[in-house]
């Protein structure tokens, strides 16, 4: 517990050395956030894999003022959650040193807020009082907001900061709205269990629907998502790693507490987050499918991933309310595993995306191109990302969404509700389509021949940035080829979700993870002779990708990015809409043509941004209230005193 | 008794304030309120006690000297004698005054207050001396005529923070304290920069601040 704190504070001043010295003080943070990060994780471990509750009695030596008063627990969940919030910040933090050098505006900034956004997620995760939750919420929302401001020069940062900074204060009003509700039923503003029956009452369904709303907000779950896309572009890439590996995982870290705190969650709760999660899932990923922008991509298949998430939540939540502790445990555990996965996997992904950014100086998809000969390594560490968020084995994100399939073929067999028919259908559409779209991300960078000259200079990035893309791609591999690991931690968790007096079967009985292990060994045998396979023969005769056998073919001739999904967009019009400009061709000699195609966000660019500039039309109207004399503002001031008193009187 | 006497005495000033347009005149009247107000609490039959004369002390020598002496020394500066073409005239003000005055006989009597008192006339001579203040704020044009309403509506409240002194002597004195500080402040800047931004005192220049 004392070295959980002592995480939160290490963390909290990694990035003070270089505010004092002349130095940068670069290493100095990456090392004190890595020391902070092997504090925190040490810490988890011995809650997670500590066999009884005595069994950390050494790290609970003093027990500090804010957990005598309540404030803060060391729970499995916390334990849980730390784990990425300090692994990311960390390889975060290493990054930064090559990514983010001294001549980038704003690099001690960037340390000292990354330094302070690592310690409030840290201090979030063991929250156990409304106030801390809250105030460590805040905390959070506006260290990310300074953080995403980095670049404050271009008007593109700015919007994607303010549209975050509404999106993430409306979500916190929401949420002091919902424990103000939980408090009333509970009496106190700590954590604790909610009276049986008080989830099914007319108050309990205000206080899911706040929560819903409020972590919604965070999470980026479908029509509340659209801060997301624009914020992690615009942020420098190490602290987009950490906004979509860790910060919005801080909205389902709201929901998993709240699964904890309800003892019989109504059915349609489970409902809900399934339908939600399905919508997330696929319109995620679809939308994804059409980016140009490979930061932007990346940030719609963290939407695409918190809908897994929430279908996992929501079948687990369906098992709490029937009373079916084999769906529980499966969807449950599904979830949390992904939790940890989606966090390594996409970490890993932005950590390469920037390497590409650095290398190359855009997030342009169609600047892109045969990077993979230059950056060999960033283009492999790129390579385990997308296999992992495809979920295809051998790496981890196949472990947790085989865990959630499985509680949807359970739930097939023992209930009567269709949700678990929509969490398969859900499941492998998202399946499909993210291997479609990480095929034209991975084939349009790395593949192929240079698009410009940017990406034909790229060089390799140092190795400061190459350690931690390595270390998340171990993580990745290390939870893929031996999942059995994940099961001890697993079950302490879910002990806190049962319901009251349930105990839950472990996961290991359920879920066969050793077969994985000794499924991976016979496919990474398949892969290594696939790829010795497919090496160049010495016969071979060097062309470039796609030259379809012109005698001289060029890298304009390549699919370009949006041509490679174009087929798979056209098809899904009807939902997507996608605004396309110019490109048809006429005559045997055509003139040359423009053509582009861009996919506007459904909510943002076709609901909020009219919605509220209509809004701010109407308002306009009530302009002539500002007069600018003062007398009349103070005339304002003595009417509604009047209509006070008057109204107290009558 | 001698209370009934002096909270009439304030009510009638209230009067005399709105129907005035000398500048000098009103400065001198408002000052002669605070006086009155100042000592009010020694004759409500508290005794005598340390926490009470401080506050009359305070009261007569802010309301009745320093504030007066302040107002007419940025008169002096500013060469200016009377409010010409005040938003509302005097004779609508006066009327308005006595409304408001009436307004607030009918509220005192019907809001929900503790009944029985001892100062029947507190909360009517509160409510007027307070609208007065407004009205002031809002009928005239000159930043100094404004600062003299706001220190009427500022011994509006003060007359109905009188009626807690016997509770809670301290509390009643440091708001009033905390109070005038805030009010001189406040008028001080409004003053100073209308004169040092626009070389003129009459609040409409302040128009053209707005976006």
Same mark, same amino acid.
């Given at each position: 517990m004392s070295l959980y704190l002592l995480a939160i504070l290490v963390a909290a001043l990694s990035g003070v050395p270089g505010l004092v010295t002349q130095k940068s003080g670069a290493k100095e943070a990456a090392a004190l956030m890595s020391t902070s990060a092997l504090l925190g994780i040490l810490a988890s471990a011995w809650v997670l894999f500590g066999a009884s509750e005595s069994g950390n009695s050494i790290l609970m030596l003093p027990a500090t003022a804010l957990i005598s008063w309540g404030l803060v627990s060391f729970d499995p969940i916390a334990a849980f959650f730390l784990v990425p919030v300090l692994l990311l910040s960390a390889t975060a933090s290493i990054y930064g040193? /090559?990514? &983010? /050098?001294?001549?980038? #505006?704003g690099a001690r900034q960037v340390r000292f807020f990354l330094g302070l956004l690592a310690a409030f997620l840290a201090l979030l995760v063991g929250a156990t009082h409304a106030f801390v939750f809250l105030l460590a919420w805040e905390g959070m929302a506006l260290m990310a907001f300074v953080l995403v401001m980095t670049e404050d020069r271009e008007p593109e940062t700015r919007r994607a900061a303010w549209i975050y900074l509404v999106c993430t204060h409306t979500g916190t009003l929401l949420l002091i709205g919902a424990f103000a509700v939980m408090a009333g039923a509970t009496g106190s503003f700590a954590f604790s269990e909610l009276p049986q029956g008080f989830a099914s009452s007319g108050r309990g369904t205000a206080m899911f629907v706040l929560f819903l709303v409020g972590f919604g907000f965070k999470a980026g779950v479908l029509p509340l998502h659209f801060w997301l896309p624009s914020a992690h572009a615009a942020a420098p890439s190490h602290v987009s790693s950490v906004m979509s590996g860790v910060l919005i995982k801080m909205g389902i870290l709201g929901f998993v507490r709240l699964v904890s705190w309800v003892p019989d969650p109504p059915g349609w709760w489970g409902g809900t987050l399934v339908a939600l999660g399905a919508i997330s899932g696929i319109m995620g990923v679809a939308l994804a499918l059409g980016q140009h922008d490979l930061k932007r991509l990346l940030a719609y298949h963290s939407i695409e991933n918190i809908g897994i998430i929430l279908l996992g939540i929501g079948l687990g939540l369906i098992g709490k309310s029937t009373g079916q502790p084999a769906l529980q445990v499966l969807g449950f555990a599904g979830a949390l595993l992904h939790v940890l996965n989606h966090s390594l996997f996409k970490g890993l992904l932005f950590l390469a995306a920037g390497s590409v950014v650095h290398a190359t100086g855009t997030r342009d998809l169609e600047r892109m191109g045969g990077l993979g000969r230059l950056m060999p390594k960033t283009a492999a560490a790129f390579l385990v990302g997308a296999w992992a968020i495809c979920g295809l084995p051998p790496l981890n994100g196949f472990v947790s969404e085989w865990l959630i399939y499985l509680a949807a073929f359970r739930g097939l067999a023992l #209930?009567? &509700?269709g949700f678990p028919l929509i969490t398969l259908g859900a499941l492998a559409v998202i399946g499909a389509l993210a291997l479609a779209c990480f095929a034209k991300a991975y084939g349009v960078v790395f593949q192929g021949q240079p698009r410009s000259d940017q990406a034909a200079q790229a060089a390799e990035s140092p190795s400061t940035m190459l350690v931690p893309m390595g270390i998340l791609a171990l993580a990745c591999a290390a939870i893929g080829l031996a999942p059995v690991l994940s099961a001890a931690p697993l079950d302490h968790v879910l002990s806190m979700l049962a319901g009251n007096g349930q105990h839950l079967p472990t996961l290991g009985s359920l879920a066969g993870l050793p077969w994985l292990s000794f499924l991976a060994i016979p496919l990474l045998l398949l892969g290594f002779i696939l790829w010795k396979w497919a090496a160049p023969k010495p016969y071979a005769k060097e062309q470039p990708t796609w030259g379809c056998g012109y005698t001289a073919p060029n890298a304009r001739m390549q699919y370009t990015a949006s041509s490679f999904a174009d087929g798979l967009v056209q098809g899904m019009s009807w939902v997507l809409w996608p605004k396309v400009l110019g490109g048809r061709v006429r005559g045997f000699f055509p003139f040359p043509r423009r053509f582009e195609s861009h996919l506007l966000d459904p909510v943002l660019d076709r609901i909020a941004d009219p919605g509220l500039r209509g809004t701010a039309f109407l308002l306009s109207g009530l302009r002539f209230l500002q007069a600018g004399h003062l007398s009349i503002y103070l005339a304002y001031v003595l009417l509604t005193l009047l209509m006070l008193l008057v109204w107290m009187v009558v | 008794m001698i209370h009934d006497i002096l909270i009439t005495l304030t009510v009638l000033t209230n009067f005399t304030l709105v129907a005035t347009s000398r500048v000098n005149k009103s400065i001198q009247v408002a000052a002669f309120q605070g006086v009155l107000l100042g000592l009010l609490p020694l004759t409500l039959g508290l005794g005598f006690h340390i926490h009470i004369l401080l506050m009359a002390v305070a009261a007569v020598v802010v309301k009745g000297w320093f504030i007066p002496f302040l107002l007419r020394r940025a008169l002096a500066k500013v060469h200016i004698h009377r409010e010409v073409h005040p938003y509302i005239g005097y004779t609508v003000s006066l009327m308005l005054c006595a409304l408001g005055t009436g307004m607030s006989i009918v509220l005192a009597h019907n809001l929900p207050l503790k009944p029985g008192g001892p100062f029947a006339l507190f909360v009517p001579a509160a409510l007027a001396t307070l609208f007065t203040g407004f009205l002031l704020l809002v009928s005239r044009r000159k930043a100094i005529t404004q600062v003299v309403g706001y220190l009427v509506l500022e011994n509006g409240i003060y007359l109905f923070g009188l009626m807690l002194i016997g509770d809670m002597p301290l509390l009643v004195e440091t708001g009033i304290l905390l109070d005038l500080f805030v009010g001189i402040f406040v008028m001080g800047i409004v003053i100073n920069h209308i004169s040092v931004a626009f070389d003129s005192m009459d609040t409409r220049q302040l128009a053209e601040l707005k976006d």
């Open positions: 040193i /090559g990514y &983010w /050098g001294d001549h980038q #505006s #209930s009567r &509700w | -």
